[in-house]
């Protein structure tokens, strides 16, 4: 069987993947972002490139939100290919940009919602999404309807905090993980979820506690699509071109430019 990695020099990586962070951010903001991919287990020659949107809503709490971050993912991303990136991972739960991504990107372009669902349905019969705010709730039951998971989603609890898309949970650990934890247990004990997945990318810093405490699985969405995004370049697999057709007049430059337009002075 051939080696389906590219061949490249022995000073570059294997693969270079593009995480887009769907939030302007700071370089000390940045690094907790960055955090996730330790727990990835990516082998030497595999390089994360974080790269913030240049322009976002201030979160996502509603249906304008979400069509403000489709533009500034598509913005970050539309050039991956031709800069030399062979797949790229968004790093929210919300799949921003996902489908458009992958209609201008013959590289594999992998969000952690999606991931992180199918994969708790491998795991387990029935799994609970377990978030900081309900106001995130429209983002989940949006992917569990095109995946056709809503009947294996135990349920979605959250802890009625509103999360810090920038510091994440810095700081913080003694009030948030204690009540995550709780909601939890509630939705194995009451719920039936025999997986727990968490509801944010931005939750990671969570998981190591969670996972010591309870006696299901915990996913942690983002090191798992970084995984999976190796695991397709490694097999030699993308996305399907007829499943996401490619625009019949790409216009990348439109996207930056709007991005650019609703950059925050």
Same mark, same amino acid.
């Given at each position: +069987?051939?080696?389906?990695?590219?061949?490249?020099?022995?000073?570059?990586?294997?693969?270079?993947?593009?995480?887009?962070?769907?939030?302007? +951010? %700071?370089?000390?903001?940045?690094?907790?972002?960055r955090?996730?991919?330790?727990?990835a287990?990516?082998?030497?020659?595999?390089?994360?490139?974080?790269?913030?949107?240049r322009?976002?809503?201030?979160n996502?709490?509603?249906?304008?939100?979400?069509?403000?971050?489709?533009?500034?993912?598509?913005?970050?991303?539309?050039?991956?290919?031709?800069?030399?990136?062979?797949?790229?991972?968004?790093?929210? $739960?919300?799949?921003?940009?996902?489908?458009?991504?992958?209609? =201008?990107?013959?590289?594999?372009v992998?969000?952690?919602?999606?991931?992180?669902?199918?994969?708790?349905? =491998?795991?387990?019969?029935?799994?609970?999404?377990?978030?900081?705010?309900d106001?995130?709730?429209?983002?989940?039951?949006?992917?569990?309807?095109?995946t056709?998971?809503g009947?294996?989603? %135990?349920?979605?609890?959250?802890?009625? +905090?509103?999360?810090?898309?920038?510091q994440?949970?810095?700081?913080?650990?003694?009030?948030?993980?204690?009540?995550?934890? %709780?909601a939890a247990?509630?939705?194995v004990?009451?719920?039936?979820?025999?997986?727990?997945?968490?509801?944010?990318?931005? $939750?990671?810093?969570?998981?190591?506690? @969670?996972?010591?405490? @309870?006696p299901?699985?915990?996913?942690?969405?983002?090191?798992?699509?970084?995984?999976?995004?190796?695991?397709?370049?490694?097999?030699?697999l993308?996305?399907?071109?007829?499943?996401?057709?490619?625009?019949l007049?790409?216009?990348?430059? =439109?996207?930056?430019?709007m991005?650019?337009a609703?950059?925050?002075?």
């Amino acid at each position: +069987m051939s080696d389906p990695r590219p061949q490249r020099s022995k000073d570059l990586p294997i693969y270079r993947i593009l995480v887009i962070v769907p939030f302007p +951010m %700071a370089e000390e903001q940045l690094a907790l972002r960055r955090a996730q991919a330790a727990k990835a287990g990516l082998p030497p020659g595999v390089e994360l490139v974080f790269r913030p949107v240049r322009a976002a809503p201030a979160n996502y709490s509603s249906a304008a939100d979400s069509a403000l971050a489709e533009i500034g993912i598509i913005a970050a991303g539309a050039q991956a290919g031709d800069d030399g990136f062979d797949a790229v991972c968004i790093d929210t $739960m919300s799949d921003s940009g996902m489908a458009a991504l992958r209609a =201008m990107l013959p590289i594999p372009v992998v969000g952690p919602g999606r991931v992180s669902m199918l994969t708790a349905a =491998m795991l387990g019969q029935r799994f609970t999404i377990l978030m900081m705010w309900d106001r995130w709730r429209h983002l989940y039951t949006k992917t569990l309807a095109e995946t056709g998971l809503g009947h294996r989603c %135990a349920s979605m609890r959250d802890i009625g +905090m509103t999360p810090d898309n920038r510091q994440l949970l810095a700081g913080k650990e003694d009030a948030v993980f204690p009540r995550l934890l %709780a909601a939890a247990r509630a939705a194995v004990e009451e719920d039936g979820a025999e997986v727990i997945l968490l509801g944010s990318t931005t $939750m990671h810093q969570a998981h190591d506690y @969670l996972a010591e405490r @309870l006696p299901v699985p915990v996913i942690d969405p983002g090191p798992l699509c970084y995984r999976t995004a190796l695991t397709l370049l490694s097999l030699g697999l993308s996305h399907a071109p007829a499943a996401y057709p490619a625009p019949l007049a790409p216009l990348p430059g =439109m996207f930056a430019a709007m991005a650019a337009a609703g950059r925050p002075k």
